[in-house]
């Protein structure tokens, strides 16, 4: 019967049961989203963890299962870039030391070496090494001056040319505050 009051208490209790049983079942689809998120970001981390102290070549071989969300989205790429940033201030820093040794060695020799291993053991206890690639950096010897570089992040030798974020990493000191310092 229309209008009969006793049906509008009835009809709302019904639907706000009805909502009840939606609210509960979003609420367990987001506990299962969100356990199914901590699980593959703990994963990534695992696997990121493993290989993040490898040397960058290998770094860069090595496929990582990223996870397609938010986190995989916007925080992966930021990590990783962290990664490639700390490595190249690692290739600087080693290139300096050779740097430094070559200018060392022209000052006492009066020429750059021919070779690199020329530094070893009297500038250099070891050769350090390109963090990029895991190998010596690439030198030549120009008469007075010399062309000293690392790979780089991409790992391809473009001849010692690049600029800051990409091609090759070129290591130079400043001539002229060499050319006074006494052996």
Same mark, same amino acid.
């Given at each position: 019967?229309?209008?009969?009051?006793?049906?509008?208490?009835? /009809?709302?209790? /019904?639907?706000?049961?009805?909502?009840?049983?939606?609210?509960?079942?979003?609420?367990?689809?987001?506990?299962?989203?969100?356990?199914?998120?901590?699980?593959?970001?703990?994963?990534?981390?695992?696997?990121?963890?493993?290989?993040?102290?490898?040397?960058?070549?290998?770094?860069?071989?090595?496929?990582?299962?990223?996870?397609?969300?938010?986190?995989?989205?916007?925080?992966?790429?930021? &990590?990783?870039?962290?990664?490639?940033?700390?490595?190249?201030?690692?290739?600087?820093?080693?290139?300096?030391?050779?740097?430094?040794?070559?200018? &060392?060695?022209?000052?006492?020799?009066?020429?750059?070496? %021919?070779?690199?291993d020329a530094?070893?053991?009297?500038?250099?206890? /070891? &050769?350090?090494? %390109?963090?990029?690639?895991?190998? /010596?950096?690439?030198?030549e010897e120009?008469? %007075?001056?010399?062309?000293?570089?690392?790979?780089?992040?991409?790992?391809?030798?473009?001849?010692?040319?690049?600029?800051?974020?990409?091609?090759?990493?070129?290591?130079?000191?400043?001539?002229?505050?060499?050319?006074?310092?006494?052996?």
């Amino acid at each position: 019967m229309a209008g009969d009051p006793m049906e509008f208490p009835q /009809s709302i209790g /019904s639907d706000l049961r009805g909502i009840r049983k939606i609210d509960i079942l979003q609420r367990l689809v987001i506990k299962v989203d969100l356990i199914r998120l901590h699980r593959n970001i703990a994963q990534f981390y695992d696997d990121f963890l493993e290989v993040v102290d490898k040397p960058f070549p290998e770094l860069r071989k090595t496929p990582l299962n990223i996870p397609g969300d938010f986190f995989g989205q916007q925080i992966v790429p930021r &990590l990783i870039e962290n990664r490639a940033e700390a490595t190249r201030h690692r290739a600087h820093l080693n290139g300096t030391r050779v740097a430094i040794a070559l200018r &060392l060695y022209r000052i006492k020799q009066g020429s750059y070496p %021919d070779n690199l291993d020329a530094l070893v053991p009297t500038y250099l206890d /070891s &050769l350090p090494i %390109d963090p990029f690639t895991g190998q /010596s950096f690439h030198y030549e010897e120009a008469g %007075d001056n010399f062309r000293l570089y690392g790979l780089g992040r991409d790992g391809i030798d473009n001849g010692g040319w690049g600029d800051f974020w990409k091609g090759d990493l070129i290591i130079h000191l400043p001539r002229e505050e060499w050319e006074t310092v006494e052996a």
